[in-house]
C-alpha cells in the first residue's frame, strides 16, 4: 500500500503541533530529527520516561533527558540517539492523535521507513500474569484486521499489518535472553474501551453473561488471540497508511479467561510492566538505535 501523504501540509507557512507544544518554527527538524530510525510510544509519560532513561545510561548520555515537547503539551517526548519516546495516552482517539502529529514530525525531519514500537501492558488471553504478548496481527473487536474511522461522515477502514520480521527478530532475541518469563507470539485485539468491548463484568454498564462473555474469548483463542489492549488498530493502520512500519510488544498483567480485575500485587506490576523495555532495549541496542561511545 502506498502511503499516503497530505498535499494540504504543503500549504502550510508554519505547522503547529498542538498536543507537542511547538511549530515548525520551534527548531529545525531535520538537524534535530533527521537521524530517527525508531519510535516507542506507551500510554504512560512517567513509563516512558523511565524507559527513555534506561536507554539514555545504556548509550552513556549524560541525564538528566530532556522532554523536547512544550510545557504545556499533552505528551511527552524525549529523544536519545536515533530513537524517539513518546507517550499516546489511553486509547484509539488519544493514539491517534499523537500518531499524526509524530509522523508529520517525522515527514518535516526527512524521516523514512521508521520503526514504531507500542510497550504496554494488556490483558493476555490465556496466558499467565507476567508473559509478553508481540503480536502477529492487530484486529477490532470483530476480529478484523482493520482500523476504521467515521470520516467526514463516511466509514474508512485502514489495514492494520504489523512488521512480522521485526517480530521474528525479537522472538529469535527472546530466546537468547535471560527475561525470566514466558514469550509468546499471537493475536491482538484492540478495543474501544476497558470495560464492555474487552467483555468485562465489572463495568458500570454490563448487558451480557459470564457465559457469553467466555464465549467469545474462548472463540478469540481458538481464533489465535493472545490479548486485549486499547491503541494497536490505530498505530498499526496510521503506520500502514504513512510509509512507516509497527510492532506491539506488551506484558499481559490479567488473564482474562480467569479474572476481569488485575488482582496482581503493586510489586508485580511494577516488575511486569518493566519487561517489554527489556526485551525491547536489548533490540534497540543490536539494530543500531544507538550510537557507539
Not at 493472545?226 to 510509509?243: F, K, P, V, Y
Request: neutral net charge; contains cysteine.
Amino acid at each position: 500500500m502506498q502511503p499516503i501523504l497530505n498535499s494540504h501540509l504543503n500549504e502550510l507557512d508554519e505547522d503547529i503541533f498542538h498536543h507537542f507544544g511547538f511549530t515548525t518554527k520551534s527548531f529545525d527538524f531535520k538537524q534535530k530529527f533527521g537521524d530517527v530510525k525508531f519510535v516507542c510510544v506507551c500510554g504512560s509519560s512517567n513509563r516512558i520516561h523511565n524507559f527513555a532513561i534506561s536507554m539514555a545510561k545504556l548509550s552513556g548520555i549524560q541525564l538528566p533527558v530532556e522532554n523536547i515537547a512544550g510545557s504545556h503539551a499533552r505528551f511527552v517526548l524525549y529523544k536519545v540517539d536515533h530513537i524517539l519516546f513518546a507517550d499516546h495516552g489511553i486509547g484509539i482517539p488519544s493514539t491517534l492523535i499523537l500518531m499524526h502529529e509524530m509522523t508529520k514530525l517525522l515527514h518535516y525531519a526527512g524521516c523514512k521507513d521508521v520503526l514504531f514500537i507500542r510497550l504496554g501492558t494488556c490483558g493476555g488471553l490465556g496466558v499467565k500474569p507476567g508473559t509478553l504478548v508481540m503480536s502477529d496481527r492487530c484486529v477490532n473487536t470483530k476480529l478484523e484486521p482493520y482500523n476504521e474511522l467515521c470520516i467526514l461522515g463516511k466509514p474508512v477502514r485502514r489495514q492494520t499489518k504489523v512488521d512480522l520480521n521485526a517480530v521474528n527478530e525479537l522472538k529469535k532475541l527472546s530466546e537468547n535472553l535471560s527475561l525470566q518469563c514466558s514469550v509468546v507470539v499471537g493475536g491482538t485485539i484492540t478495543a474501544n474501551d476497558f470495560y464492555e468491548e474487552q467483555g468485562r463484568l465489572d463495568g458500570a454498564i454490563c448487558s451480557f453473561s459470564q457465559e457469553e462473555k467466555l464465549a467469545y474469548l474462548k472463540s478469540a483463542y481458538d481464533h489465535g488471540i493472545r490479548n486485549l489492549e486499547m491503541e494497536g488498530t490505530a498505530i498499526t493502520s496510521h503506520c500502514n497508511s504513512t510509509g512507516h512500519r509497527a510492532i506491539l510488544v506488551c506484558v499481559a498483567v490479567v488473564n482474562r479467561l480467569e479474572n476481569d480485575q488485575v488482582t496482581i500485587s503493586a510489586d508485580d506490576f511494577k516488575l511486569f510492566e518493566q519487561l517489554p523495555g527489556k526485551l525491547v532495549g536489548e533490540y534497540l541496542k543490536r539494530n543500531s538505535g544507538l550510537i557507539a561511545r
